[in-house]
C-alpha cells in the first residue's frame, strides 16, 4: 500500500476526520489525540500494511509506523483538517499525577527530537572531520559545523516554550519571547561579569540558561494562569497592546527571579539524583537500565528521560541513558538480524532484516521491537539479558557519551573523547559484545514461541463424549499440514484475539465446507470466508497471511454470501504456486470466531497431515 492508502485506511478505521481532535508525529508513531477512543478497535488498526503496533497511552492513541513515519504523517494531513499540536488542542492528559507528568514533558520534548537529532549527527561530525585530516580543528569550518550543531541545544528553551505553549494553551509566540529574555545577550553578559544582579530590588540568580529545560517548561506552565488573568483583568479597548506587554513583563519578572532559579535547582537535582545512583553502583544502574529499556519504549516514555540526561551532558558527558541505549538498541537489532537468518518464513524474514538494520544502524527500534521481537518474546528476552549484561561492562568502564546522538552504529562516533581514546575503544567492544551476543543468545534460545498447547482429551477428536451439550464437529477445510495458531505469523490469530482454532498449510489449491451450513462472509478479495452452522457456530477460514493486498489475484470464488453448503463442497480454489511466488505465507487460520460463546473448543493435534475427511475441531 502507497503511504495515501495506508492514512486512508488509519483514518477510517479511528472514525474520520470527525473523530481526530490533533495528530502529531515522533520519530515512529502517529500520535492522534481522539474525541472517542472507544470507537477504535485496535486489530482493525494493527491489520492495515505499515502499522507495526499500537499503544493507547495517557489520552494518546500511537499508531507505531517505524522510519517513514513522517511520510505516513503527512498523507494523514491531506486527508482533512486536524488541530495539531501546535494550534493548541490538546486533551486533559488521564492517569496518575507522575503519569501525567511523564506524558506531559514527553508530548513537549517530542516535537524536539529532530532538531536534537539533526544536531547531534552535526557535532559528530565536528569531531570526526579533524580526526580525519579533513578540516583544522581551528577552522572556520569546523567553526561553523559545531555551532549548527550546537543551535537546537542552546536556543533549546525557545523550542520548548512554543511546543509546551501549544500543550498549555499558551500564546506561542509571547512564550518564545519569555524564553528569549532567559538567553538574551545582554543578560548573557550581564551574568558573565559575576555581579550581583536585581530587578526592581528583587534580586536575580546569575544562572545560564542555554541548554535548559526545566526553567521554561515550569515557566510556560504558569503562563497559561498569567494569561486567562490578564485577558479579565484588562479592558477590551487596550488588549491589543496593553495585554500583551503586561504578559511579557510579568512572566520575564517571574521568569528571572522566581522559575528560573527554580528551574535550575529541579534540573539540577534530577541530574544528580541519576548521577548518586549510578556513582554508587555505577554497573547494576547501567545493568537494569541496559536491560528495561525495551519495556521504557514500550510505554513511550523514552523521551521523557531527556531533560534529565540533557541536563547531565550540559557541564558534563551523560555517562547514563545515552550509553544503556547504545546496548539496547544494539541488541533489538541483532536480535531481529537472528530471527531474519533463522525463520523459514520470507515475509517475516524481510521485515527482521530490515527492522534489525534500523535498530543497527539509526537507534531506531520501535520497528524490531513491535515487529519481531515482542511478538517472537524469547528474541526480546535474549536483547534484554544481553542489554543488561553488557550494561554492567558499560557501567564498569564508566562509558560516557559526549554529544545527544540516538546509539546507534553510525552514532558511535558519539563516545569519541577528543582528550583519551579509551572511551571509543570500550564503545566499540561493547557494541561488538552486544551484536554478536544478543545473536548467539536468539539462534539459541529460538523464535518460537509456541507454549505446551492444552491437554488433549483424545487423540481421535471425533471420540470426544459431549455430554450435555450437542457436539459440534468441524472438520478440515483444506488438506495439507495441521499446526497450532502460534505457529500463524499474524499475531491478531497467533494471539487467539479472533478465536480459538488451528492452522493448515495447504498442500493443494482447494478450501471445502467444514460442515453443514451457510456462507455469512466472503471478502471481496477472495482470501477469506465465513460460515455458520445451524447451531450458530461461526468458523473463519483465511486463506495465508496479508494476501488480501493480491486484491484476488489466485482466487477463485465458488461460492455467494448467503448460500447453503453442505460439508465437503469446494468453497474456493486457490493458485498456491502464484501466492507463494508473489512472497506471502500459506498458512491458514481456521478459527472459530464466536469462541467465547462455545462451552469447549477441542481441536486435533498438531504437525500431522490431514484432508477434508479428517476431525479437526470438536465444539461443545
Known sequence: ?????????ILEAVGGEQNVQSVTHCVTRLRLVLKNDEKVQDQQVKSIAGVIGVMRKNGQYQIILGNNVNNYYQAFLSLGHFGNQAEGHSSPVKGSIIERLIETIAGVITPLIPALLGGGMLKVVGILLPMLGLASAASQTVAFINFFGDAAYYFMPVMIAYSAAARFKVTPVLAATVA????????VAMVAKGKPLTLFGA???????GSSVIPILIMVYLMQYIEKWINHLVPSVMKSFLQPTLII?????LALVVVGPLGVIIGQGLSNTMLT???VAPWLALAILGAIMPLVVMTGMHWAFAPIFLAA?????????LPAMLASNLAQGAASLAVGFKTKQKQTRQVAFAAGMSALLAGITEPAL????LKFKKPLYAAMISGGLVGAFIGFVNLASYTFVVPSIIGLPQFINPASGANFRNALIAAVATIVLTFVLTWFMGIDEECSE????????SQVKSGLSTKQTLYAPMNGELLPLSKVPDETFSSKLVGEGVAILPSKGVVYAPFDGEVITFFSSKHAVALRNARGVEVLIHVGIDTVELKGQGFEQLVSVGDSVKRGQPLLRMDTDFIASKGYSLISPVVITNSAEQLEIISQDAKKMVNQEDALLVVL
Open 249 to 253: 513583563f510579568i512572566s520575564g519578572f
Open 203 to 209: 534580586p536575580v540568580t546569575p544562572a545560564s540558561y
Open 1 to 9: 500500500m502507497t503511504y495515501q492508502e495506508t492514512a486512508s485506511a
Open 313 to 321: 551532558s550540559v557541564a558534563t558527558p551523560d555517562v547514563l541513558i
Open 277 to 279: 545512583i549510578y556513582h
Open 180 to 187: 528569549g529574555i532567559l538567553l538574551h545577550p545582554a543578560f
Open 370 to 373: 513491535y515487529g519481531i521481537t
Open 454 to 461: 492444552q491437554a488433549r482429551v483424545s487423540t481421535d477428536i
